[in-house]
């Protein structure tokens, strides 16, 4: 965020749509998940949580069909794929409306 600012570009913090609600909960609620599947993530989570907390960035649900990182990450049945290269050509059909919202992150 600091680049984009010194460039003239300033953000108010950075959005991030995540369709896992396990991962969202640890986030959020400030919690150490401390058990041996997610030891090895503690230090990602505490700095990720400090960030959450200074506002930095914040962390929506969003729903698997609508997640446009799938056409990165996973092997799509071709329907799925054709929806989800339309949907990352139109964004602002499918973001939460909380992204839409002027004045949000």
Known sequence: MR??????SPQHGVNIFEDNRSTIAICTNNMSPG??????VDLKIKWLQD???KGDIKIHHVPTSLNMA??????????????CIANALNP???LPPIAQNEGEC
């Open 92 to 94: 602002d059909d499918i």
């Open 35 to 40: 058990n041996s599947r997610t030891k090895h």
């Open 70 to 83: 799938d056409i990165l990450t996973k092997a799509l049945p071709r329907e799925t794929f054709v929806r």
């Open 51 to 53: 960030h959450l907390q």
């Open 3 to 8: 680049i984009l600012d010194s460039m003239g």
